[in-house]
């Protein structure tokens, strides 16, 4: 069984920077990613990486603020958001999944609970 834990989350200004962790534990699957979730919205990919490598893939739309990385020795993935904007207000959820890289929600098997991010303007 594969757990994963998201924290990092919180309120900051626009503009401003925030960094999310993911630290899984049991057996672990090679592909990492995050999504998020805007209330009254549908999930979002937002990026992924594999564990082995560091292939990485990230949505167009945070490509130059955000950035997904690894440290394997703490079985643990981050994502870095710069530049944040009120647009990214959501739940983040990181979530993990076998094969290749994907951008799909629902390709993935495993998933936390979310830690909320909020960007006030």
């Known amino acids: 069984q594969v757990q994963l834990a998201e924290s990092g989350g919180g309120s900051v200004q626009a503009g401003g920077s925030l960094r999310l962790s993911c630290a899984a534990s049991?057996?672990?699957?090679?592909?990492m990613g995050w999504f998020r979730q805007a209330a009254g919205a549908e999930r979002e990919f937002v990026a992924a990486i594999t564990r082995i490598g560091g292939a990485t893939t990230i949505a167009d739309s945070v490509k130059d603020r955000f950035a997904i990385s690894k440290e394997n020795a703490k079985n643990t993935v981050y994502l870095q958001m710069n530049s944040l904007k009120p647009e990214d207000t959501a739940v983040y959820y990181c979530a993990a999944r076998w094969s290749i890289l994907s951008r799909s929600g629902n390709e993935y098997n495993y998933w936390g609970q979310g830690t909320q991010v909020t960007v006030s303007s």
């Open positions: 049991g057996r672990l699957p090679n592909i």
